[in-house]
């Protein structure tokens, strides 16, 4: 079975910082999807970012940036220029490709960006 | 591009009650997943809907049902309502073209209380 780990329960920077959330994640699959999804209080859940596992390139959108390590099962999301905005929830996630289309997520990173 | 739409936005129902919860699906979509997240706690799957039929369940009781409409749109439907089943339901719609499904993109959810 698949899972994913998010090892940082919660987490403050300073507005413009730079700061990155990990996420680690177990699977013998060799084709599918990896996201980060951002949960502001609102309690929408945004699709911030995706990563095709077949793709060596890391994923970039914006601000947001992904290292990829797909030898050691890691999908770390860097958020560059912290806005006021970015203050969420955070999800690390995973998609088979193919078959069974449900998305396993972590548990969260609760993210802080201070004035 | 009109995105997902769940109804109602909260509802509050007593143990052993029925629910039925809401979900638009994003235009050009046709398969609908639903989601429980509890407070804290990252979306657990509960089934998707594919084609008006079920297509993948979570380890969820019989007693979580849904349907899937011709527009797309879909249905959950709770019944025997437990004090454990409190959570926000997400719907995530997405498209399943030629067997492979893509991104899901989530509604804003639905927060049911039972009491």
């Known amino acids: 079975a698949q899972t994913v780990t998010q090892s940082q329960p919660e987490m403050s920077v300073q507005e413009a910082e730079t700061v990155t959330l990990s996420c680690t994640y177990d699977t013998s699959e060799n084709n599918y999807y990896l996201f980060w999804y951002k949960q502001p209080p609102s309690r929408q859940m945004i699709l911030v970012i995706r990563?095709?596992?077949?793709?060596?390139q890391n994923a970039t959108e914006n601000r947001f940036s992904v290292n990829f390590q797909k030898a050691a099962k890691s999908f770390s999301l860097k958020i560059s220029d912290s806005q006021l905005g970015d203050t969420a929830m955070y999800f690390c996630a995973f998609m088979m490709r193919g078959r069974d289309d449900k998305i396993i997520f972590g548990k969260g990173t609760r993210l802080h960006i201070l004035p | 591009e009109t995105g997902v739409t769940q109804s109602p936005t909260h509802l509050i129902k007593t143990r052993g009650q029925q629910v039925t919860l809401r979900c638009s699906s994003q235009s050009g979509h046709n398969t609908v997943s639903w989601y429980q997240q509890a407070l804290g706690q990252g979306p657990q799957f509960i089934f998707q809907y594919y084609r008006e039929e079920e297509n993948g369940r979570g380890n969820f009781p019989p007693r979580f049902s849904g349907l899937q409409f011709p527009n797309y749109s879909s249905e959950l439907n709770v019944n025997a309502l437990e004090l454990d089943d409190s959570a926000l339901y997400l719907c995530a719609s997405s498209l399943i073209l030629a067997g492979l499904p893509d991104t899901q993109y989530f509604g804003p959810g639905t927060r049911l209380t039972v009491l």
């Open positions: 990563q095709e596992a077949y793709k060596q």
